[in-house]
Nanobody, 121 residues
Framework: VQLVESGGASVQAGRPLRLSCAAS????????MGWFRQAPGKEREFVAA????????YYADSVKGRFTISRDNAKSTVYLQMNSLKPEDTAVYYC???????????????WGKGTLVTVSS
């Protein structure tokens, strides 16, 4: 099982950015894909999640209305479209897989290595 994130970059506040997470086929045994982030000195926090099998999506309050999670089952890829970025969105962003929706990182048993997003003011 392998999850590989890409798309991290340094951008100015207000600009958009899209992250991608390519998942290996075995990850389909885990129905939910989540995005988490971890800023320096802070705990890893839930950002958004989506199911491979239905249209359910979930968002942290801090990103609701700005970020959109989506998936392409044919490409085994999950995306995180981030709009109106703020300096407080600066973090390493991780994608992860779980058998069920959960906002707690401990519930996710497969993780990518992360991609860095830096937002400057």
């Amino acid at each position: 099982v392998q999850l590989v994130e890409s798309g991290g970059a340094s951008v100015q506040a207000g600009r958009p950015l899209r992250l991608s997470c390519a998942a290996s086929a075995l990850t389909f045994s885990r129905d939910v894909m989540g995005w988490f982030r971890q800023a320096p000195g802070k705990e890893r926090e839930f950002v958004a999640a989506i199911s491979w099998s239905n249209d359910n999506t979930y968002y942290a309050d801090s990103v609701k209305g700005r970020f959109t999670i989506s998936r392409d089952n044919a490409k085994s890829t999950v995306y995180l479209q981030m709009n109106s970025l703020k300096p407080e969105d600066t973090a390493v962003y991780y994608c992860a897989a779980s058998g069920a929706y959960d906002i707690h990182y401990a519930a996710y048993d497969y993780w990518g290595k992360g991609t860095l997003v830096t937002v400057s003011s």
